[in-house]
């Protein structure tokens, strides 16, 4: 099976997490553009979507499926989203594109996260997925410095010779050489950075549920 055909089983089989009759918080990327496609075949069932980027709402729109400003919401009982790297415990990176500020905010509003993921992305430490986090383009170059501290080096996201700019209208710095071995305090720590949105940790954040995309099917992996 190739990695896309992974994707494809992925967003299939997080259809069994959506509840009818209520709004589902959906994520981003291109296994979560996978299940917003399957979404669409039981899009009169559901009330609608809360969206973590632009580029999911552009499509959750296009297939019919209406989009709720979180602020409309008070919580939503499943989130879904895909992950660059989760470990045995459910934490993860993500913000591999750029939307890891919005999906932390969905992610916060919901009880459960469902991940998924084809198995690549499973790892037994995170960092070897340079680490995504979103500045404030003032703070960017500090940062750099402050990552370098801890050994890591820290490298601004571009998009067409330009600085990429977020969704939030911020920059992302990827950070390469980081050995994450605290993830929950880890995060705490980059968080109270000045200058830093977002840190693409999701250790406070994690997930509930993986599926995981495997030659042999849909693996379901839970997390206490
Ligand atoms: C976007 C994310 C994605 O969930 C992550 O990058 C995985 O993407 P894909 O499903 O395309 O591999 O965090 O900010």
């Given at each position: 099976m190739?990695?896309?055909?992974?994707?494809?089983?992925v967003?299939q089989?997080?259809?069994?997490?959506?509840?009818?009759g209520?709004?589902?918080?959906?994520?981003?990327g291109s296994?979560?553009?996978?299940?917003?496609?399957?979404?669409?075949?039981?899009?009169?069932?559901?009330?609608?979507?809360?969206?973590?980027s632009?580029a999911?709402?552009v499509?959750?729109?296009?297939?019919?499926?209406?989009?709720?400003d979180?602020n409309?919401?008070?919580d939503?009982?499943?989130?879904?989203d895909?992950?660059?790297?989760?470990?045995?415990?459910?934490?993860?990176?993500k913000?591999?594109?750029a939307?890891?500020?919005r999906?932390?905010?969905?992610?916060?509003?919901?009880?459960r996260?469902?991940?998924i993921?084809d198995?690549s992305?499973?790892?037994?430490a995170?960092?070897?997925?340079?680490?995504?986090?979103?500045?404030?383009?003032?703070?960017?170059?500090?940062?750099?410095?402050?990552?370098?501290?801890?050994?890591?080096?820290?490298?601004?996201?571009?998009?067409?010779?330009?600085p990429?700019?977020?969704?939030?209208?911020q920059?992302?710095?990827?950070?390469?050489?980081?050995?994450?071995?605290?993830?929950?305090?880890?995060?705490?720590?980059?968080?109270?950075?000045?200058?830093v949105?977002?840190?693409?940790?999701?250790?406070?954040?994690?997930?509930?549920?993986?599926?995981l995309?495997?030659?042999?099917?849909?693996k379901?992996?839970?997390?206490?």
């Open positions: 190739t990695q896309d055909e992974l994707k494809t089983l967003g089989a997080a259809l069994q997490y959506v509840v009818p209520e709004i589902v918080g959906v994520g981003t296994t979560v553009n996978k299940f917003i496609d399957a979404l669409a075949t039981m899009k009169d069932q559901i009330i609608g979507a809360v969206s973590s632009e999911s709402t499509r959750l729109k296009a297939l019919g499926i209406p989009v709720f979180s409309a919401v008070e939503l009982s499943v989130y879904i895909g992950a660059d790297e989760i470990d045995h415990h459910g934490y993860m990176i913000g591999g594109g939307a890891l500020t999906e932390k905010i969905v992610a916060a509003q919901s009880r996260f469902v991940c993921a198995e992305k499973l790892v037994t995170l960092g070897a997925f340079p680490l995504p986090v979103e500045v404030i383009p003032m703070a960017a170059h500090r940062l750099m410095r402050q990552f370098a501290v801890l050994g890591g080096v820290a490298k601004l996201r571009m998009k067409d010779g330009l990429l700019v977020t969704d939030n209208g920059h992302i710095l990827d950070v390469t050489g980081l050995q994450i071995t605290d993830p929950l305090g880890f995060e705490s720590q980059v968080n109270q950075w000045p200058g949105v977002t840190v693409g940790v999701f250790a406070h954040q994690k997930a509930h549920v993986c599926l995309g495997t030659p042999d099917g849909v379901t992996l839970k997390f206490g």
